[in-house]
Each structure stands twice: as C-alpha cells, then as structure tokens.
C-alpha cells in the first residue's frame, strides 16, 4: 500500500476518534482527490437510513467542486478499523467513479482495490437507461380505465 493510502486510514481514523462519540455517528470516511486533497465525512445515523460516511464523504467533495475521486476508506469507530463500504455505498462509488480505488481489508493487510473488483457482475446505472427520445412525450398523462366507471363529465 502506498504512503498516501495510509495517509488516508489515518486521516479516516482521526476523525473517527475525533467525531465518532455518539450512536449517530460511528463510522468515518476519507477519500483523495487526484490533486491530493483529502474530505471527510462522517455517517448519519437514523432510523429512516441516514447517509454513510462514504456519502458525506463525497458530498463533502462535490462543495468543493470535485469532480473525480482516487481513493476512499472507512473506519469504524471504538478502534474497529477499516470496514468495507455497504452495498449502496459500492454501488454510489462505481456509479460516480468507476476508476475509485477503495482501501479494504484487516490492519496487517490492508489494500487498495477497484470497486469494480467489490461489485462484480453489476448493476450499472448509466447503462439502463431508457434513451428520452423513444419516450413519447404527449404532456397529458394517461388516464387509466376503470372498468364500470365513468367520464368525470357525467357527475
């Protein structure tokens, strides 16, 4: 792993000690730039699904006006180390960057690897769908038919 993933752990691990002191916060993130800077991000517990931390992570970044992202890791709180990203988290990382490498695994092997490599055979957003000029626009939405109903007219 090279000297700026662990960088980024360490970065996500600060924050982590720093913020992570209640049930509604309890994972952090970091993730790189191209250009090198680094965002934050911490998780958003609630019952209704809060965003995790990868999210806030990248919302972070998009104020910032960044567009494309190299790395990414999260760390839990209480000392847990780094956890791999959910499922709606893998899928938001390959949706917004395909090419994002992600920092998974334990202390004494951590790696970077592809998202692409954590969700195989994938679903791909971009790829399904429905070109706007096949669907007819008429600017009136279809009114169904309700068998043994009738016109609003005749009321």
Known sequence: MRDTDRALVQAATAV???RCRSENHTVA???????GRVFTGVNVYHFTGGPC?????IGAAATQGV????????VGDRGRGVIPPCGRCRQVLLDY???IKVIVGPADGLRAVSV??????????????VELATVPRTG???????PGSRPAAED
């Open 16 to 18: 982590a000690k720093l």
């Open 29 to 35: 993130a970091a993730a790189r730039s191209a250009d």
């Open 53 to 57: 931390a990868e999210v806030v992570a």
């Open 67 to 74: 567009t494309e992202l190299e790395t990414i890791v999260a």
């Open 97 to 99: 960057f395909p090419s």
């Open 116 to 129: 692409a490599d954590l969700l195989p055979e994938t679903y791909v957003w971009a790829d399904q769908q």
């Open 140 to 146: 009136v939405w279809p009114m169904p038919v309700v």
